[in-house]
């Protein structure tokens, strides 16, 4: 928590130190989820027929993304919860919020891993995806399910962290599990060390049992690290079905904001699918490194969440209205380095991802055009977003991601991109008119609802 000498507004330079402070260590967290994902895809990308076992995982984390991502959502109560008792000096609350989103995360999970049992059903009777890719996928999308609930108590373990600022240790455990994924991943898709070849049944398999190590470690780093009397860890349960249901009342809308758009971006997605096995290769891989990029953002959005929450519980809205917009100066200044990156090094960015030559001639030019403005826009609304669930401001900005999402994004995706049959360019650009017009609106948003609170 910061100290009372600095409870004013102490300058912009104040505002960008301590949000880089925060920012690094959750971006490179939120990064490691990211990134194992690209590793996954980087190993089934140079297997033999890359191009359906590709289209086989992009296909299996369509559904996935979605839950998983939702379930994110209503985890964000951890975190804007824990940030502004923190900043109040609540300290001894904290340790209840920590325990009712482990809670919800295991309920979340198991739910989740049980919706996710027929794969196949899933993809080819609710997806509409080709019989072949159906059938490669359903396994690994079963598969990937298992793992949520272990992923989900760690996201609820590192919000607590992220809240009590104490980002670093979630950050190394995310760093451990990613070298532990690859290794085991590349073991069990290639058939290394005299093992059989699964291909990316194997690598959804390695993913699967890491997430759970993840679980496991957040865990132990809350009981291991943190001071268990000053943030009432170890304290008996005071608020019990209330505290839950409190915890959903701010995460519900926060989950329904992040699910309309991930569900906006795994449409488009599955769209791809439609037009063949090489559009969603594709599509898949192209949204998968828009992703990896945007953990840049995540982690100053995070920051942004926690700094704006710690202000608001001091009741200083000025400083919050100062922290969130130097959040959203610094994502842009760093995702415009991102955007220019993508354009000049899209060939080898690709040739990362895959080696199939029908994939790669579609996503070079898709990277180095669209996708680098792709990147910039989404980090601004993303940051913006992120400032908004500091002041806990729920409703408003959910009907924003609607309207943008589903009333401009899917449809403007399914009718130049599949109905006219353009294919990946059309879809990913009905991605930036929906991020625009998210950001333009977000930005309104918060200034509007930081600036009343600071006169009143």
């Avoid at 194992?36 to 996935?64: E, K, N, R």
């Avoid at 794969?119 to 949520?148: K, M, R, S, T």
Wanted: with cysteine.
């Amino acid at each position: 928590m910061e100290s009372a000498a600095s409870t004013g507004d102490g300058g912009l330079a104040k505002h960008l130190r301590e949000t880089a402070r925060l920012a690094v260590p959750v971006m490179l967290s939120r990064a490691g989820l990211v990134l194992m994902l690209t590793v996954d895809t980087a190993i089934v990308g140079h297997l033999s027929a890359a191009g359906l076992q590709l289209a086989a995982l992009g296909a299996a984390l369509v559904p996935q993304t979605v839950l998983q991502t939702a379930a994110v959502g209503l985890l964000i109560g951890v975190i804007v919860r824990t940030a502004q008792l923190d900043g109040a000096g609540r300290q001894a609350e904290c340790g209840q919020i920590w325990r009712l989103g482990v809670l919800l995360a295991v309920l979340i999970g198991g739910v989740y891993a049980m919706l996710l049992a027929p794969g196949a059903f899933i993809l080819a009777d609710l997806l509409g995806q080709p019989a072949a890719v159906a059938a490669a996928g359903g396994g690994v999308l079963q598969v990937l399910g298992l793992g949520l609930p272990g992923l989900l108590v760690y996201i609820a373990c590192a919000h607590f962290l992220e809240g009590i600022n104490r980002p670093v240790p979630p950050m190394l455990l995310m760093l451990a599990a990613n070298l532990l994924n690859a290794g085991a991943a590349y073991v069990l898709a290639t058939g290394a060390m005299g093992l059989p070849a699964l291909g990316v049944l194997g690598v959804a398999i390695a993913t699967s049992a890491t997430r759970w190590v993840l679980g496991l470690g957040g865990v132990l780093l809350v009981l291991l690290l943190v001071d268990r009397r000053r943030y009432g860890v170890s304290a008996r349960p005071a608020h019990g079905f209330a505290g839950m249901l409190a915890l959903l009342r701010l995460g519900v809308p926060l989950a329904a904001a992040i699910g309309l758009e991930t569900a906006c971006f795994a449409m488009i997605v599955n769209m791809s699918g439609w037009l063949g096995p090489v559009s969603l290769a594709t599509m898949y891989a192209a949204i998968n490194y828009t992703s990896f990029v945007y953990m840049l953002t995540i982690g100053i959005a995070t920051a942004a969440a926690v700094r704006v929450g710690n202000a608001v519980g001091r009741d200083d809205w000025r400083s919050a209205r100062h922290a969130g917009w130097m959040a959203v100066g610094m994502a842009g200044g760093v995702m415009a380095a991102a955007g220019l990156l993508t354009a000049l090094l899209a060939g080898p960015a690709a040739r990362i991802l895959t080696s199939d030559p029908a994939v790669l001639a579609d996503l070079v030019p898709l990277l180095a055009g669209i996708v680098s403005l792709l990147v910039i826009v989404d980090s601004l609304q993303g940051v913006l977003m992120g400032a908004l669930r500091g002041c806990a401001d729920t409703l408003v900005p959910t009907a924003i991601y609607g309207v943008s999402f589903w009333l401009i994004g899917v449809p403007a995706g399914y009718w130049w991109g599949y109905r006219h049959g353009i294919g990946p360019d059309a879809l990913t650009w009905s991605l930036i008119a929906a991020l625009g017009a998210a950001t333009l609106a977000l930005g309104w948003r918060f200034q509007a609802l930081s600036a009343r609170r600071a006169k009143g």
